[in-house]
């Protein structure tokens, strides 16, 4: 069985829709109704849309303002994915991997609804559903938390031992090591790679080639 993060793994999501302009989009939302002083001055910075969104449900959680802010991201992460990018090799893992009888799910914290989007759009639907596991109203239940991993664990029936975990964020590797999943890190940069491996991932990978090849006996 193996648990795909979604954003890196399987596509640059925000490659020509960039996160910093959608979490600066959200910035200028929440000041536009007089929250400017929700955030810190570190968090309004943040190219990442999720540390704003994470950031005001901590101090509202449940509120209908989080629930606002996280369908304009969700709709942000739509208009992302018609122009995202596949990641390479990664098309033709999933197939061969759904081909030879490997069971995968997806367990990201970018919105079910957008992955679904994309992978309609490639036609890799049936290689994941029913098994697309995303966020959430639970925003705290986010990776590093464990939670989208366990629910594709107890909906699979497998034992974490038996499965596999491919992302390419710190967060990933958290999850995976709280839920005891073997965890392959995916780093495009050679930093990204530094950073995981300092981490403790003990096996990270710049392409998807090396596994492609490794699953057809090359």
Same mark, same amino acid.
């Given at each position: ?36 002083? +929700? ?5 309004? /910075? ?18 209908? +303002? ?12 739509? &208009?992302?994915?018609? %122009? ?13 991997? *759904?081909?030879?009888? %490997? ?13 679904? %989007? ?6 890799? *639907? ?8 995303? &966020? ?14 366990? &629910?594709?664990?107890? /909906? ?16 990933? +590797?958290?999850?995976?090591?709280? /839920? ?8 495009? *940069? ?17 392409? +998807? ?10």
């Amino acid at each position: 069985m193996v648990l795909w993060d979604f954003d890196g793994p399987i596509c640059r999501l925000f490659a020509r829709h960039k996160a910093e302009l959608v979490a600066a989009e959200l910035v200028e939302w929440l000041a536009g109704r007089g929250l400017h002083g +929700l955030l810190s001055d570190r968090e309004r /910075a943040s190219l990442d849309p999720h540390v704003v969104l994470r950031a005001v449900d901590r101090r509202h959680p449940g509120s209908d +303002l989080v629930t606002e802010l996280e369908e304009r991201l969700t709709q942000e992460e739509l &208009r992302a994915a018609t %122009s995202a990018l596949p990641t390479a090799y990664a098309d033709p893992l999933i197939r061969t991997w *759904t081909a030879v009888g %490997s069971r995968l799910a997806i367990t990201t914290n970018n919105s079910p609804r957008v992955v679904r %989007s994309y992978l309609d759009g490639r036609g890799l *639907t049936a290689c994941f559903a029913p098994h697309i596991y995303g &966020r959430t109203a639970d925003l705290h239940l986010l990776k590093p938390d464990p939670h989208c991993l366990n &629910r594709a664990l107890n /909906a699979m029936g497998a034992a974490p031992g038996s499965a596999l975990m491919i992302g390419d964020s710190l967060s990933d +590797l958290d999850a995976a090591d709280h /839920a005891g999943v073997p965890f392959l890190g995916y780093a495009r *940069t050679e930093e990204k790679g530094k950073l995981l491996r300092e981490a403790g991932a003990e096996h990270v990978v710049a392409s +998807l080639e090396p596994l492609l090849r490794g699953l057809r006996g090359r």
